[in-house]
């Protein structure tokens, strides 16, 4: 995490709240996962109000693209996120009612909007990255991707009942 996202309670406080607009770059809390190749930095805007005594609200958005690797067939493609977060902040400790709904802590002056944004975005990023839902994935026996083409091996997948059935009607046949 290259930024910090901070807002403070004394500006959140003002009339119309505390704007923040950022940049985050995300791709340090994925490195390890294999199906997240890469994160654009993500672009962070949004509003910091304090609505109600000693509760902040933020509401804001984060856009950026990711490049998944579909756990299926190995493609690799481009899905672009689009998120809208809302999230409440306390200024005093939380109630056991507070801490339920994932209300965030902050008890300083400086906000740091970060664990919450950071949430958002982590949340939205697939880690069973699949291409579209039709996805046909790749053959378990010889590899060939089955949404371009078709292999032998797939066509000889007889259900081991049916093929019983077949050999039994082929040995009444053969007894004619
Ligand atoms: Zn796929
Ligand atoms: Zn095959």
Request: net charge negative.
């Amino acid at each position: 995490m290259t930024k910090i996202v901070k807002v403070l309670w004394t500006s959140a406080t003002k009339p119309g709240g505390a704007a923040f607009a950022d940049t985050l770059d995300m791709m340090s809390l994925f490195r390890n996962q294999r199906d997240v190749i890469h994160i654009e930095p993500c672009q962070v805007e949004g509003l910091a109000s304090v609505t109600r005594s000693n509760i902040c609200e933020v509401n804001g958005t984060a856009r950026t693209n990711v490049q998944y690797r579909c756990v299926r067939c190995l493609t690799e493609f481009t899905r672009s996120l689009d998120i809208v977060f809302q999230e409440l902040i306390s200024r005093i400790p939380l109630t056991a009612e507070q801490e339920e709904a994932e209300v965030f802590y902050a008890p300083d002056e400086v906000i740091d909007l970060d664990p919450l944004i950071v949430q958002a975005i982590v949340l939205a990023i697939d880690v069973q990255p699949i291409c579209h839902n039709e996805c046909r994935g790749l053959c378990s026996e010889c590899g060939t991707d089955l949404n371009v083409a078709t292999c032998a091996c797939h066509e000889q997948q007889v259900d081991p009942r049916l093929q019983a059935l077949s050999q039994f009607y082929d040995s009444l046949k053969t007894e004619d």
